[in-house]
């Protein structure tokens, strides 16, 4: 079974920055587009940013300008780093890995922006 690991989530004030980490193994990560989802209490999961291959992004426009999707091919490994943290950013955030077609998740991380 194909298993992505995110980590980095946590508490954060509003106008704070937390990076997320997704490490997937090579022989998907290398072949993948890889993204992040995410999913607020009550609503549905919700596309956040992508990256493909060739490390063209993808962002949702509510995200735009405050978060940066990036991928080391080297570790296998997509980062999410999230600046200017908003309320309404909380929520549960997955990891992507879209390889032809078939899509595999992690298990999320959660992220809270509270005061």
């Known amino acids: 079974q194909v298993q992505l690991v995110e980590s980095g989530g946590g508490l954060v004030q509003p106008g704070g920055s937390l990076r997320l980490s997704c490490v997937a193994p090579?022989?998907?990560?290398?072949?993948?587009?890889m993204g992040w989802y995410r999913q607020a209490p009550g609503k549905e999961r919700e596309l956040v940013a992508t990256?493909?291959?060739?490390?063209?992004?993808n962002y949702a426009d509510s995200v735009q300008d405050r978060f940066t999707i990036s991928r080391d091919n080297a570790k296998n490994t997509v980062h999410l780093q999230m600046n200017s943290l908003k309320p309404e950013d909380t929520a549960v955030y997955y990891c992507?890995?879209?390889?032809?077609?078939?899509?595999?998740w992690g298990k999320g991380t959660l992220v809270t922006v509270s005061s």
């Open positions: 992507n890995a879209n390889r032809m077609g078939v899509k595999y």
């Open positions: 090579g022989s998907i990560f290398s072949s993948s587009f």
């Open positions: 990256i493909d291959i060739l490390a063209v992004t």
